[in-house]
C-alpha cells in the first residue's frame, strides 16, 4: 500500500512529457480571432489562478515553435549557416519579427502622443466664444479610437517579444549545454574558462534585456524628437530652451550611465572571480575540512566579497544619479521654457498651451528615464 504511486507524483516533476497533440497545446492555434484578439483562452487558467495556485496541470502548454526541441533546431540552423556566429544567427532568424514588433511599438507610440493633441484642440474648442460640436466631437472620437487601438496592440507587442526572447533564452541555453557536454577534461580544468553557472545567469539575462529593449533604443529617439517638435509647435523658440535643458540632462545622465555601465562590469568580474573561488572550496570540501583551514578559506571569500560589494556601491550609487536627473529633468524642462517664453519672449500662455505643453513635458518623463539604461 506504501509503494502505491500518488496521484499527485506527476505534479512534483522536474520535465513532463506532454505529447504534441494534447488539446492544452493546441489552444491557441484553435483559439478563435477574437479570443486572440482579446486573449481570451487564458480566461480559465487565470480565473483558476484568482482561486488558488496553480499546479501543473493548469497551465497552457506552449506552441509547437517554443518548444524547447523546436526553437534550438531553428537557431541551430541559422547558427551554422552564419558560421557559428550568435548575434548574425539571432538577426536572421529573428530579425524579422523584431521589426514588425518594432513597428506595432512605434504604433502604439503615436497613439500616447495623440493625447496631447487631442488636449490641446478640445480646451480649444471650449475656449472659443462658439463651440464646434462636430470638431470636438470628431476629435475625442479619434481620441477613444487611438486609446482603443493601444490598448489592443500593446498586450500582443508585449507577449510576441517575450515568446521571442523565451525561444532566444532557451536556444542559447541549449546551444550553451551542448557545448559543455563536449568539452574536454583537460579544458576544464583551464583558469581562464568562465563558470557556466555564470552565463546561465547573468550573461543570458542580460541577452533577454537586449533582446526586450532592442526596437525601444530607436523608437525613443524618434519619440523625443517628435515631442520637441510639439513642444516648438506649442512653445515656439521657448522650445529650444527646453531642448537645451534636455540635451544638459541628457550629457549629465550620459556621465552616470557610463559610470554605471563601468561598475556594473567590474561587478561582474569580481563576481565571477568570487564564484570560481566558492567553486574550488566546494570541490576540495574534503580537504578543507580535514586540515581546518575554514577560517583561512573563510577570509579569503570575504575579502572578494568585499570588493564585490565595493563595486556593487558604486553601481547602486551612479545609478541613483542617473534616476535623480532623469526624474528631475521634465521639472527643470518646464520651468526653463515657460520661463523663457512669458519674460524672455512677452508671449501670454494660454490654457491650451499650458496643458498641452506639461502633457508633452510628462510625455518626455519616460523616455528620458530609460533611454541611459537602454543604452547601457
Request: with cysteine.
Amino acid at each position: 500500500m506504501l509503494l502505491q504511486k500518488s496521484p499527485s507524483s506527476r505534479e512534483y516533476a522536474t520535465f513532463l512529457k506532454v505529447p504534441p497533440t494534447s488539446p492544452k497545446a493546441q489552444l491557441h492555434q484553435s483559439a478563435s480571432l477574437v479570443s486572440r484578439l482579446f486573449l481570451s483562452y487564458a480566461d480559465d487558467m487565470m480565473q483558476i489562478g484568482n482561486t488558488r495556485q496553480l499546479n501543473q496541470d493548469d497551465l497552457l502548454e506552449l506552441d509547437d515553435d517554443s518548444r524547447s526541441e523546436v526553437a534550438y533546431a531553428f537557431f541551430k540552423r541559422h547558427y551554422d549557416q552564419q558560421h557559428q556566429s550568435i548575434v548574425r544567427a539571432i538577426v536572421h532568424g529573428y530579425g524579422w519579427k523584431f521589426l514588425l514588433c518594432g513597428l506595432a511599438s512605434a504604433f502604439t507610440t503615436a497613439c500616447i502622443l495623440f493625447a496631447p493633441v487631442v488636449l490641446h484642440h478640445v480646451i480649444d474648442a471650449f475656449a472659443a466664444p462658439e463651440m464646434d460640436l462636430t470638431s470636438l466631437g470628431m476629435w475625442l472620437a479619434a481620441f477613444f479610437a487611438s486609446r482603443l487601438a493601444n490598448a489592443l496592440v500593446a498586450p500582443h507587442v508585449d507577449f510576441q517579444i517575450q515568446m521571442i526572447t523565451f525561444q532566444i533564452a532557451v536556444s542559447l541555453r541549449a546551444l550553451l549545454f551542448e557545448k559543455t557536454m563536449r568539452r574536454s577534461i583537460q579544458s576544464r580544468s583551464d583558469d581562464k574558462a568562465v563558470d557556466i553557472a555564470n552565463i546561465y545567469t547573468s550573461d543570458i539575462r542580460r541577452v533577454i534585456y537586449v533582446a526586450n529593449q532592442i526596437n525601444t533604443l530607436w523608437i525613443l529617439p524618434i519619440q523625443i524628437g517628435v515631442v520637441v517638435y510639439m513642444l516648438y509647435d506649442v512653445l515656439d523658440l521657448a522650445a529650444f530652451a527646453g531642448l537645451a535643458v534636455i540635451a544638459l540632462s541628457m550629457l549629465v545622465a550620459f556621465l552616470f550611465t557610463k559610470k554605471t555601465s563601468g561598475a556594473y562590469r567590474e561587478l561582474m568580474k569580481r563576481k565571477d572571480t568570487r564564484m570560481k573561488r566558492v567553486k574550488e572550496v566546494f570541490g576540495a570540501i574534503q580537504i578543507v575540512k580535514l586540515n581546518a583551514w575554514e577560517g583561512k578559506f573563510e577570509e579569503k571569500l570575504l575579502a572578494l566579497r568585499s570588493l564585490e560589494l565595493s563595486a556593487l556601491t558604486t553601481f547602486v550609487y551612479s545609478m541613483c544619479g542617473s534616476i535623480f536627473v532623469l526624474w528631475a529633468s521634465p521639472l527643470f524642462v518646464s520651468t526653463v521654457s515657460f520661463a523663457v517664453y512669458t519674460l524672455g519672449m512677452d508671449q501670454v500662455l494660454t490654457a491650451a498651451g499650458v496643458f498641452t505643453a506639461i502633457a508633452l513635458f510628462n510625455s518626455l518623463r519616460d523616455p528620458l528615464r530609460d533611454f541611459p539604461s537602454i543604452i547601457q
